[in-house]
């Protein structure tokens, strides 16, 4: 049967506002439009950190767009509760090396796990480092991320570093909607491919030429 982590994570926020606690909570964040919905969603319960680690994003300039973005919406954004940005390093080795031979898997497979897994777990290790309550990632907003993998491999990560992990899938209740229509609002760069140059490519191989120019 499978597992609803939307409720999961509502019984779990239930719980702390019965005890009136408001925890330290690392959020994974892949980019502003999909942590902007999230925030809206977690800010009123947790003390947050985001953190972005994504050394899959490429090119660089790519990664360095997505940073300024998310430090313009969450200056801009009217927090009920902290909210900070950790920027972790840019390590695009990693991905390479993780992704060698799975360069032509289609988006969504093998090498989307490995890429999961490689930034959970590095986000776990910061969460046991910086002793936070609960760790989490925004990646399963978006409908093309599999929020089952994403919440095995998180509780794999909790278990191993001692740090809860928030059950979740954002994209419930009208989540990536909500990420859509608060881009709109705060007038962020909305990217259309996940990161990688893979699924760049792959986004490129379904576009026409005259799509391609007028990118």
Known sequence: MKENYRLMMERTIAELRKRDEH?????HSCCAPCSSAVLEQLTEDFDITLYYYNPNISPEAEYLLRVRELEKFVA?????RSIEI????YEPERF??????????PEGGERCTGCY???????????REGGFDFFTTTLSISPLK???RLN???REYAEQVGVPYLCSDFKKKDGYRRSCALSKEYGLYRQDYCGCIY???ERDERLSPEQLNNG
Do not use: C, H, N, W
Request: net charge positive; glycine share 6%; proline share 7%.
């Open 146 to 148: 599999d929020a089952q």
């Open 199 to 201: 699924s760049k490519m």
């Open 23 to 27: 925890p330290r909570l690392l959020l």
């Open 152 to 154: 095995d491999i998180g």
């Open 96 to 105: 390479y090396a993780m992704a060698k031979g799975l360069e032509r898997v």
């Open 86 to 89: 950790a920027v972790g390093p």
């Open 76 to 80: 801009a954004f009217p927090a009920k």
């Open 117 to 127: 897994r490689m930034r959970l777990e590095k986000t776990a290790e910061v969460a």
